[in-house]
């Protein structure tokens, strides 16, 4: 015969409480004080017995399943940071995360498949990383019919009636040209803005609107004129030689001005371009980028200084949206700004 179940009225009985007092100590449920002397009973007749939540049982009482769904491409390093942040806030909170990625399938097809999720309350909410520029409003809603909560990490920013975790853009430029100049106080001429693209020519991405605007916001401020270059991605790869050359003999004789980089992982190429026409990275060519998908404040050489999008911070808000909805405190329509982390190197 299979061992007796520990239930949590044996642990109520072993601890000299009632059910409810156990139940609010596991739930942490509100209304219900209990004692710091209490909760330690409580939890040292659970490690005792060596007593486990029925989740099953959980679930049909409450109705919730105690699992998120998240969702993004597994391949991208950023869903993998912002993951690390959803599982330190679901943790903290009692939750668990099911990992959902499209893979090769087509995205709306695996998004259907979340609100399958949903509907057999597998799932109690969801959380998906999505392109700075996407705005489905077909999945708006879909969502909205189902009545699931909802948020989207980067997702919907000019879009009403979706709740999205977003990062600020236009302040994270700003704190970089803030830095550049505060580092170069003698600055005579506006940071080069080089952006690159690995989309086609014609595409325009919500973030990188965002972020040119900020710079010639910037340079209208301090009456500079703004100087902006367009490099395209290839394989992988950007070509920057030709250009750095023409910066370089444009500046002969002078200091050269800074060069804020939209991509961090093109900087890279960037480095290896400047070594080869003999200039030192931090001294002769000072480099910052708008980003720091490759953690080049710790990985580059020189360090890369740079400002990071917070995707680890904007998984713990995500989740606390999310929740906040399941347990109606918060609209399925709220925005939540998040700036941008300065992490200075030794490139500018």
Not at 177 to 193: I, T
Not at 222 to 243: A, C, F, I, M, T
Request: proline residues 4%.
């Amino acid at each position: 015969m299979g061992k007796k179940r520990i239930t949590s009225h044996d642990v109520a009985r072993l601890a000299g409480v009632s059910r409810s007092v156990v139940s609010a100590v596991l739930n942490a449920t509100p209304g219900i004080g209990v004692s710091a002397e209490t909760r330690e009973k409580v939890l040292a007749a659970i490690r005792e017995l060596d007593y486990h939540v029925d989740a099953q049982a959980r679930s049909m009482k409450t109705g919730r399943s105690m699992t998120l769904a998240a969702f993004g491409d597994t391949r991208h390093p950023l869903f993998i940071r912002l993951l690390e942040g959803m599982q330190r806030e679901s943790e903290a909170r009692g939750y668990h995360i099911l990992l959902c990625s499209p893979g090769y399938r087509q995205s709306g097809e695996a998004r259907n498949e979340l609100l399958d999720l949903y509907h057999q309350r597998k799932i109690d909410g969801i959380v998906t990383l999505d392109s700075t520029s996407y705005r489905s409003k077909e999945w708006a809603a879909k969502v909205k019919a189902a009545g699931v909560p909802y948020v989207s990490v980067e997702g919907y920013a000019e879009t009403a009636g979706v709740s999205s975790v977003l990062a600020d853009y236009k302040g994270s430029v700003t704190m970089a040209l803030d830095y550049l100049l505060e580092r170069n106080p003698d600055m005579k001429a506006a940071p080069l803005y080089a952006e690159v693209y690995g989309a086609p020519a014609g595409r325009v991405i919500w973030a990188e609107k965002m972020r040119r605007e900020a710079y010639m916001d910037w340079c209208r401020k301090y009456n500079l004129s703004p100087e902006v270059s367009r490099h395209e991605e290839k394989e992988g790869q950007v070509d920057w030689l030709e250009w750095l050359e023409g910066v370089a003999k444009a500046g002969a004789g002078e200091t050269l001005p800074p060069v804020l980089v939209n991509w961090s992982n093109a900087v890279p190429d960037l480095y290896r371009a400047a070594h080869s026409l003999g200039l030192h990275i931090g001294n002769e060519l000072r480099v910052m980028a708008a980003d720091n998908m490759i953690q080049g404040h710790r990985l580059s050489l020189p360090t890369l200084s740079c400002v990071e999008i917070p995707y680890v911070s904007m998984g713990e808000e995500a989740v606390r949206c999310v929740l906040g909805q399941i347990e109606q405190e918060q609209e399925m329509s709220e925005k939540v700004w998040l700036p941008a982390i300065l992490r200075p190197g030794e490139s500018a």
